[in-house]
């Protein structure tokens, strides 16, 4: 069984700096194994803050420059560092993972609210 643990989240003031884990655990993690982030803000739609697939690292406009996405292979683990955070970064934070050929997987949020 599949699992992804989120941690990392919280309260921080405007300009400060969060660190997001995501452990995952009953999968393989490969180098083709897709790895991101997500996050929904009240009243908003899930939108993509970054991603890794197929060694290509992409972020949202939004965020470039201030989050770094990361991965460790061999700990089945995706970072996601966020720094210079702004009020409108607060949202509900997801990881994902989609193994090589299957199905994606999500963890349970974790929320980050910045407050001005």
């Known amino acids: 069984q599949v699992q992804l643990v989120e941690s990392g989240g919280g309260w921080v003031q405007a300009g400060g700096s969060l660190r997001l884990s995501c452990a995952a655990s009953?999968?393989?993690?490969?180098?083709?194994?897709?790895v991101g982030w997500y996050r929904q803000a009240p009243g908003k739609q899930r939108e993509l803050v970054a991603i890794?697939?197929?060694?290509?690292?992409s972020y949202a406009d939004s965020v470039k420059g201030r989050f770094t996405i990361s991965r460790d292979n061999a700990k089945n683990t995706v970072y996601l560092q966020m720094n210079s955070l702004k009020p409108e970064d607060t949202a509900v934070y997801y990881c994902?993972?989609?193994?090589?050929?299957?199905?994606?997987?999500w963890g349970q949020g974790t929320q980050v609210t910045v407050s001005s």
């Open positions: 994902t993972i989609r193994p090589y050929g299957g199905q994606s997987y």
């Open positions: 009953g999968v393989i993690f490969s180098i083709n194994t897709l």
């Open positions: 890794i697939t197929s060694g290509i690292t």
